[in-house]
Every structure is written in C-alpha cells, then in structure tokens.
C-alpha cells in the first residue's frame, strides 16, 4: 500500500480517488461534483447521460463500506451548483442519509456550493482534526493542509503512449486530492497552479486499478486541462 505522511498523520490514498486517515478513523473525498449533468442540461441544454450522480454515490458507498469510518468529509464542490443539490430524487438523498448514519458527516463548502444544504451533516469552510486543516482550496501559506479544488491529473508515458490519470499531489506541507465525481475534467499536473504550491517537487499518486506513486515534474508549468 502507497502511504504518505502530513504532520505525523499517515494517509492511505485509494484507487478509488479517496483518501483514509486510519488513526482518526476518517474517510475524505473531493470534488463529488453531484447532479453535473443536471446542472448542464439546465445552462446549456445538452442532455448527458444522468447517471453519474448514481455511478458517484455507488463507488462512495463501496469506500464507506469497506473502510467504516467514523467521520467522512467532503472537500467542497460536493454539488455542481446549489440547485444540483436541490434536484436530488428522493432515492438520491435516502443514500447520502443511509451513507451518513451512524457517523459524523462534514460537508466543507466550494465555490460550487458556498452555502448550507438541507442534507443532513455539518456545513463548514474549513475543519481542523487531529493536526491537519481541511479546506476546499489550498492555501499557498498554509501547512498540514488537504485540499481539493483543482482536479489534479497526471500525464505520463505507458507503452509508447501518453495516458491521463486523476491523482493525489502531496509534499511535506500538503496534498490535494483528485476528483472523486463523475464527469468531472481536470488540471495537468505541470499546470502553474498547482506548481506554485509544490514549488520544491511533489508526489503524485496516481489513481486507477490500483495507486502508483511517481515524482511529480518541475520547472515545466504551463496552463491546460489534462
């Protein structure tokens, strides 16, 4: 198991795209982007396949199972807007309850979703537990943070071709998670907004059938979705 160390914590990141901190009993997932194609639909009057919101809350009910934690926090953006979470049917919100039970539930907002739902858990901007900060956007000044917000993505070479993976990006200060949801893009790894914040070199642990840890690259930053 690839494992990573933030103030003496150590963090077990998943295939799945969430992260495990054992010895507080805690799940953390980012960038849940429920009810996207909702949203889409709404702005722009493309209908995608709704299926993503199902495909989100099934992998993260496959987490919570085999991991049981006693708290679960969501790092913001856990909603495509306020009225994706509004437009949730009634099966939808009977899982996130089912989900919830039993354990402490933290909803961090997003720019996606800056305000309070009626979802049950705890609305916060930021959580502090057991010396590490949680909050949806890294702070560049910060420590022991983790963070989501930029959907961070690996590009490397497999077999002569180049593949795009979702990743963790970690040093000894912080890490940023990747998406979990469906449906959601993401940012090159060499992108200038996420060198800033690893301006001595990084991990990325890339997600997939299982995690893999490779330096993250320097002195390459540019703009760009992966």
Not at 42 to 65: A, C, I, N
Not at 74 to 101: H, K, N
Not at 186 to 196: E, F, K, P, V, Y
Request: hydrophobic content about 35%; glycine content about 10%.
């Amino acid at each position: 198991m690839n494992t990573l160390t933030l103030n003496r914590q150590t963090l077990c990141p998943r295939p799945s795209g969430a992260l495990s901190v054992p010895s507080l009993g805690i799940l953390v997932v980012s960038d849940l982007h429920l009810g996207k194609s909702d949203r889409i639909a709404r702005r722009s009057g493309t209908l995608l396949p709704p299926y993503e919101t199902r495909d989100t809350l099934g992998r993260l009910d496959e987490d919570v199972t085999a991991l049981r934690p006693q708290t679960v926090i969501c790092l913001g953006d856990s909603f495509d807007d306020m009225a994706a979470a509004e437009s949730l049917s009634d099966d939808e919100r009977l899982w996130l309850a089912r989900l919830q039970a039993g354990r402490r539930w933290i909803w961090i907002t997003g720019n996606h979703d800056p305000l309070p739902g009626d979802l049950g858990g705890t609305y916060r901007r930021e959580e502090h537990i057991g010396g590490l900060v949680f909050r949806h956007i890294a702070d560049a000044s910060g420590s022991a943070e983790i963070s989501g917000h930029y959907h961070p993505k690996a590009v490397i070479l497999t077999r002569g071709r180049q593949i795009s993976r979702p990743c963790f990006l970690s040093d000894a200060d912080r890490l940023v998670m990747p998406a979990y949801g469906a449906y959601t893009g993401g940012l090159r790894w060499t992108d200038r907004a996420l060198q800033s914040l690893f301006p001595s070199g990084g991990l990325a642990t890339l997600t997939g059938a299982s995690c893999h840890q490779v330096p993250m690259p320097q002195g390459r930053a540019r703009q760009g979705a992966a």
